[in-house]
């Protein structure tokens, strides 16, 4: 190993009868990841369930209860290391209940390892394996298929077993599936070529670890900085610091901060080591910004030109880890990059049998289960989904009481269904024309018409029109989703009824509640602003509004109202 | 176009500072633990990388036995005026009054209280919620299945068979009072990335890291270093021996090895060559197989 070789963490699946443990201990042999001591206290051990001169597998099983069942149950790490790369191995336990722990493992894992015993062909579990491999993103699969040495090397059993996998491995969306015909327990294709698989032309099993290609998985293009903590030192100097999930810093770079959507630059990259030119994932650094911008923990600095989504609600698949079950509108803490928020599985849409990728309804989810599931948080979260970025995507749920994790959350492509809105049922628009006070007689005393504004993910956007339209004279109000939530329409049309302008600031994107919206101002009084279109900066981004509502002829702004005056 | 593929190495240590920063963060009173060994050297400067250009933001305990090397207080002195540490060093002086040492109580006992139950006691005093530890998931099996953020309860327990699940980067920080998090920065470097670490970033060490002519004495395989007055037995007859320590314990019971690595490379060299786990030179580790388990359960790092 050098100092300039890469890391590589990879993840094994497989039962027990697989040689999973038998195949690492191998790994780990021939990449001198295993102390000679640690051999002799294997070779010493109490437990006797050697059947060769060295049992590998009882150098990875690690704790008493294990030893004593002969049995995987936890996720551990083991590291062995070539010239070429160090790797990280998560070995995690293939039995059924342990779904838990492969989730865990493959969560950071670059490849996985699935084991298939060449005896016994493609079974449920490997399908299992499979999809969870896909589930959580990881990249590049090693089908190991083991115990050759039993079935005399044939290439029809290692053949069949490639066609019946890589056709399942399509069907979850695998990609980079490679085969190896092997033995672990007596190192054919291992390390070098077997003379007993002359049919098998491929590289060895370690060959393809340290040559699968790390740089193409990567992300260069969004940038995505999560603000871990934020350093002040002395009153002069305020570093932003964290872990690039993706894109590329660069002093100078154009960023803008999550949520206030204000947009700045890059001053600088400080480092103990001097000051850096560029950043890329996965550096931890510190990021000095040229305006003095209010940032905290769990804000984010992206791409102005590569924004990712902003919002409370999002549709996600779930494995539950917890023996509590878990249920639709409970309240749960989820961890999203370094933001924590209350949160709820606002709808539990199926869940999908490991087996046999059936859907199935469910209203509740048990240990290991996999759910495709849509999520409300209280405040909004700045995503991605996990097939185009494994952290921005990713997020756990914890149980406030026990403060237990119980859940892994993979945010999917697709934007949530909308949900049924909760609505004012009791209020009734039918007062007005029989009201005492008339629209034309506010309209007199405002000065401007009422309208509704609808502005998504500009929260300070949404501060400073309101801002300039007050100083106009208008009577303007925002209201903001993390506080009024479903009910923007009904309120916006409540405020719009008392001849008051409704700046109606909403997270994310959400076209359901804009369309209500819309009917109940109805059209001539509401603004619907597509994001795309807005000025990047507050200060043109409101001037442009301002023209809007002209245009409209909501205001006019050559002159200040005063009250009473009339336009 | 340049690639940008950072070395292991890099990759390790942005791990470990983001880790450090994720515990900042959210605790509201960390401290690292420092036992003055080379992992503890390398945190250090992490921790320094982390929090520059500010000064490390949590005190540094050591946890002392009162039976350390000579040379481990010197350097510890040493390096925490260096660096502006806020060191702070707990010794169970009570146990020690009493005459607590591994030939009276045998060494389990002796850890017991000079280590787990100092350790405990020093935690509780200092009413920290998060304690960061230098111990690596090569370093011993038990160690293997650790979590980043590995919780305790109030006694300062691990319960190996009810460990949070820990995913990507995303560590679980919720605790009630009197509960604790033990955090390890370390846990996916190995002996070697550690060495490699300290040659490129010029990391200071104790230097009983390395091989000098010292005086010991040898028992059977065992070398054994003669400070805090190891007693002698009859016939017995120190010897300078050219040897150095693979790991820092306690003076009785860390057994020194032949060696005639001077330089960081020549101990690299040595490192690949043996092959030995560096563990096998503590004794305390072989008294039952599987006994560090057996000490993590009762609430040693």
């Given at each position: 190993m050098s100092v300039e070789s890469q890391l590589l963490r990879f993840t094994t699946a497989g039962s027990?009868?697989?040689?999973k443990s038998t195949l690492i201990g191998r790994l780990l042999y021939e990449a001198k990841g295993v102390y000679e001591d640690q051999l002799a206290s294997v070779q010493n051990s109490s437990v006797n369930r050697s059947t060769g001169p060295i049992d590998f597998s009882l150098l990875t099983d690690g704790l008493r209860a294990e030893r004593e069942q002969g049995i995987t149950i936890d996720v551990a790490y083991r590291y062995a290391a070539t010239p070429q790369r160090k790797f990280i191995i998560a070995d995690t336990p293939g039995h059924e209940q342990y779904t838990r722990n492969m989730a865990t493992g493959a969560s950071t894992a670059d490849l996985a390892i699935v084991l298939i015993d060449a005896r016994k062909g493609v079974l449920v579990q490997s399908r299992r394996h499979a999809f969870i491999t896909a589930l959580l993103g990881i990249r590049y699969v090693a089908v190991a298929v083991n115990k050759m040495d039993l079935v005399e090397f044939r290439e029809d059993v290692f053949r069949k077993i490639e066609a019946e996998f890589l056709a399942y491995a399509k069907s979850v969306g695998l990609k980079n599936v490679a085969f190896f015909p092997i033995s672990a327990l007596e190192g054919d294709n291992i390390t070098e070529p077997s003379p007993r698989t002359p049919w098998y032309t491929g590289p060895s099993l370690l060959e393809h670890l340290e040559t699968v290609d790390l740089v193409e998985a990567r992300n260069f293009s969004d940038l995505r900085f999560p603000v871990q903590y934020v350093n002040r030192p002395t009153l002069d100097f305020r570093g932003y610091t964290g872990q690039l999930a993706s894109g590329v810093l660069r002093v100078g770079q154009t960023v803008m901060t999550l949520p206030s959507g204000r947009i700045t630059k890059v001053k600088s990259l400080p480092s103990y080591d001097g000051e850096l030119a560029e950043a890329y994932p996965p550096m931890s650094v510190t990021v000095c910004l040229e305006d003095e911008v209010d940032i905290s923990r769990g804000d984010m600095l992206v791409d102005p030109d590569r924004v990712p989504h902003v919002s409370r609600r999002f549709a996600a698949k779930l494995v539950w880890m917890h023996e509590t079950p878990g249920e639709a509108e409970r309240d749960y803490l989820l961890k999203h990059t370094s933001q924590t928020v209350r949160a709820q599985i606002a709808k539990i849409r199926h869940r999908i049998?490991?087996?046999?990728?059936a859907e199935q309804p469910a209203n509740k989810l048990e240990l290991n289960e996999i759910a495709s599931i849509q999520v409300e948080t209280r405040r909004p979260l700045f995503f991605d989904s996990y097939a185009q970025n494994r952290t921005t995507g990713a997020f756990i749920l914890i149980d406030p009481i026990s403060n237990a994790t119980v859940a892994a959350g993979m945010i999917e492509e697709s934007t949530a269904e909308s949900l049924e809105p909760l609505k004012l049922g009791s209020l009734e628009f039918s007062g007005e024309t029989e009201a005492t006070v008339t629209p034309a007689e506010r309209y007199k005393r405002a000065g401007h018409y009422p309208a509704t504004v609808w502005l998504t993910a500009r929260q300070d956007l949404a501060g400073m029109l309101e801002r300039k339209l007050f100083d106009l004279g208008c009577s303007v109000h925002v209201l903001a989703d993390d506080r009024e939530s479903h009910l923007l329409p009904e309120l916006a049309r409540v405020l719009n009824s008392a001849g008051l302008i409704a700046i109606c600031s909403i997270a994310s994107p959400d076209v359901a509640e804009a369309k209500r919206a819309q009917e109940l101002a109805g059209d001539t009084r509401f603004l619907l602003v597509d994001p795309q279109q807005l000025p990047v900066r507050d200060e043109e981004a409101s001037e442009v509004l301002m023209k809007m509502l002209e245009d409209r002829g909501v205001l006019r702004r050559k002159e200040r109202f005063e009250v009473g005056e009339g336009i | 176009m340049e690639t940008r593929v950072l070395s292991h190495l890099r990759a390790l240590e942005a791990e470990s500072i983001h880790i450090l920063r994720e515990v900042v963060a959210e605790f509201s009173n960390p401290v690292m633990l420092y036992s003055v060994g080379k992992d503890s050297s390398v945190m250090l400067r992490l921790a320094q990388k982390a929090f520059h250009p500010a000064k490390i933001p949590f005190p540094v305990l050591h946890v002392d036995t009162g039976y350390k090397f000579k040379e481990m207080y010197e350097f510890r002195d040493n390096l925490a005026k260096e660096l502006g540490l806020n060191l702070i060093v707990h010794t169970n002086q009570a146990a020690l009054d009493a005459g607590t040492n591994p030939f009276a109580l045998g060494t389990q006992k002796c850890c017991a209280l000079l280590k787990t139950r100092a350790l405990l006691d020093a935690l509780a005093a200092g009413g920290y919620d998060a304690a960061f530890g230098g111990a690596r998931r090569d370093e011993e099996k038990s160690r293997?299945?650790?979590?980043?953020y590995s919780f305790r309860d109030k006694f300062g327990q691990w319960d190996p068979k009810n460990q949070r699940p820990e995913l990507w980067n995303v560590y679980n920080a919720k605790i009630e009072k009197g509960e604790t998090i033990r955090v390890f920065p370390l846990s996916n470097w190995t002996e070697l990335d550690i060495w490699r670490y300290i040659e490129v970033e010029k990391i200071p060490i104790v230097p009983l890291y390395f091989a000098k002519e010292r005086e010991m004495l040898v028992r059977g395989n065992n070398v054994i270093p003669?400070?805090?007055?190891?007693p002698i037995q009859i016939g017995e007859k120190p010897e300078m021996v050219k040897v150095r320590m693979r790991s820092l314990g306690c003076t009785y019971c860390t057994g020194a090895i032949r060696s005639d690595a001077e330089t960081l490379p020549q101990l690299m060299d040595e490192l690949v060559q043996f092959r030995?786990?560096?563990?096998?030179?503590?004794?305390?580790?072989?008294?039952?197989?599987g006994s560090m388990e057996i000490k993590k359960r009762e609430g040693y790092f």
């Open positions: 027990v009868d697989d040689g049998d490991i087996n046999t990728l | 293997a299945k650790e979590r980043i003669l400070e805090h007055n190891y030995r786990s560096e563990r096998e030179n503590r004794i305390i580790d072989h008294d039952t197989e």
